[in-house]
C-alpha cells in the first residue's frame, strides 16, 4: 500500500510497503507525479515485475568501475591494458553520474565526441565494450536487476579495418638500406626479423637471450608472455637459417636481444619511410609480410600456424596475402 505525505512546503514523499518486496521510497515536486509512480511500482509488484532499482539509483559510474576492477579486471591474466581503460573512465565525467542516469544518448555522444577527436573505431569500439561489460556484470552479478544496458541499443563502431598491405618489389631493400644508416643500431636487425618471424613488435622487445637456443633455432617463449586467442604467439618460435644469421650478427649488450626502446623505433621507423615517401606502410604490416611469406615457402596452414601463433584459420587468412606472381609460378 502507497503512502504519500507532504514533506516540508514542495515536496511529496511516497513510501511503499508491499509483503515480499523491499520497501520502496522517492521524492517528487508535484503530488500527481508521486501518485503515478506509486501506481507504476503498486502495478509492477501485482504482476510480479517489479526489480529494485535503489542499488543502480544510487551507484555511481565511478563505483561501478572500482568494484569491477577489484572483483574482475584485476583478476585477469593481462590486467594492464584493462586498468589503462577502466583508469581513463575514472577521469571522465560520466564517472560521476549514476549507472541509472546514463543513457544510450549519452554513449552516443561520446561515440560521436571520440570520433571528432580522430580516435580509431576500434580504440572507441573497446572504450564502449568495457563500458557494456560493467553494466552485464552489474545486472546479473550485483543484484542490479532492473538496470538495463544502455549500449545495447546504439551503433557500436565497427572496428579495425583489415589491411591487405604487403611490401612491394624494392622496398624491402630500400627500407633496411634506410635503416643501417639510421642511428638506431637496432633498427635494421629488428626490421629483418620481424618478417623472418612474424613476430609482433611488442614480442620484440620482450626477447631475452636466456630463451634463445640458437643450436636448435628455437625461441622458448615463457608461458605467461604466451597470451591467448589469435594474440598469442607459440611456446617455441621456430627460426629460420636467416633469422639465425640476424641473431648470430648481434651484439650481446645485456639479456635483452633488442636493447632499444619501442619509442625510439617507431622514430626511426617513420623518419625512414617519410625520406623514402612511403606513406601507408605500418610495422604491423610486416606481420601480413611474414604471415604470407610462410605461405609462398610451401608451408601448410598448420605449419604457419606453429609460427605466427594465430588460434583460427580465419585470423590467419586476414594476414596471408599470396602475391599474383606467386600464384602465376603455382599455376604453370
Not at 4 to 22: A, C, D, F, L, N
Not at 254 to 268: G, I, K, M, W, Y
Not at 276 to 303: C, M, N, P
Request: hydrophobic share 40%; proline share 4%.
Amino acid at each position: 500500500m502507497a503512502t504519500i505525505r507532504k514533506r516540508g512546503t514542495s515536496q511529496w514523499e511516497v513510501q511503499i510497503r508491499k509483503r515480499g518486496y523491499p520497501p520502496q521510497s522517492k521524492t517528487f515536486k508535484l503530488r500527481a507525479a508521486a501518485e503515478a509512480w506509486a501506481r507504476e511500482i503498486e502495478f509492477q509488484m501485482d504482476a510480479g515485475a517489479f526489480s529494485c532499482r535503489k542499488e543502480a539509483d544510487r551507484t555511481t559510474f565511478r563505483d561501478a568501475l572500482q568494484r569491477y576492477w577489484d572483483e574482475v579486471g584485476s583478476q585477469k591474466r593481462y590486467s594492464k591494458n584493462e586498468w589503462g581503460y577502466i583508469s581513463r573512465w575514472m577521469k571522465h565525467p560520466y564517472s560521476s553520474r549514476f549507472l541509472s542516469n546514463l543513457r544510450g544518448a549519452d554513449w552516443a555522444k561520446y561515440r560521436d565526441d571520440r570520433r571528432a577527436e580522430g580516435k580509431a573505431e576500434n580504440t572507441i569500439r573497446i572504450e564502449l565494450m568495457v563500458v557494456s561489460t560493467i553494466y552485464n556484470v552489474a545486472r546479473t552479478e550485483w543484484g542490479m536487476e532492473s538496470l538495463g544496458n544502455p549500449l545495447d541499443n546504439i551503433r557500436k563502431p565497427s572496428g579495425a579495418a583489415s589491411r591487405d598491405r604487403r611490401l612491394r618489389p624494392g622496398e624491402f631493400e630500400l627500407i633496411r638500406d634506410a635503416l643501417s644508416q639510421s642511428t638506431n643500431r637496432w633498427a635494421k636487425p629488428m626490421f629483418e626479423f620481424a618478417i623472418e618471424t612474424a613476430l609482433r613488435q611488442g614480442m620484440l622487445f620482450k626477447l631475452q637471450w636466456d630463451w634463445v637456443d640458437l643450436p636448435r633455432r628455437v625461441i622458448n617463449i615463457p608461458i605467461e608472455l604466451r597470451r591467448i586467442g589469435n594474440k598469442g604467439v607459440p611456446p617455441a618460435v621456430a627460426l629460420s637459417t636467416s633469422a639465425v644469421r640476424i641473431l648470430e650478427q648481434l651484439p650481446r649488450i645485456d639479456n635483452r636481444v633488442f636493447p632499444s626502446t619501442q619509442n625510439a623505433l617507431v622514430c626511426v621507423w617513420k623518419r625512414c619511410l617519410l625520406k623514402l615517401q612511403i606513406y601507408d606502410l605500418h610495422w604491423h604490416d610486416l606481420r601480413h609480410e611474414a604471415t604470407s611469406r610462410l605461405f609462398e615457402k610451401g608451408l601448410t596452414l598448420v605449419d604457419v600456424a606453429g609460427i605466427t601463433g594465430h588460434k583460427t584459420a580465419a585470423m590467419l587468412m586476414r594476414y596471408t596475402h599470396l602475391s599474383v606472381d606467386h600464384l602465376l609460378s603455382r599455376l604453370g
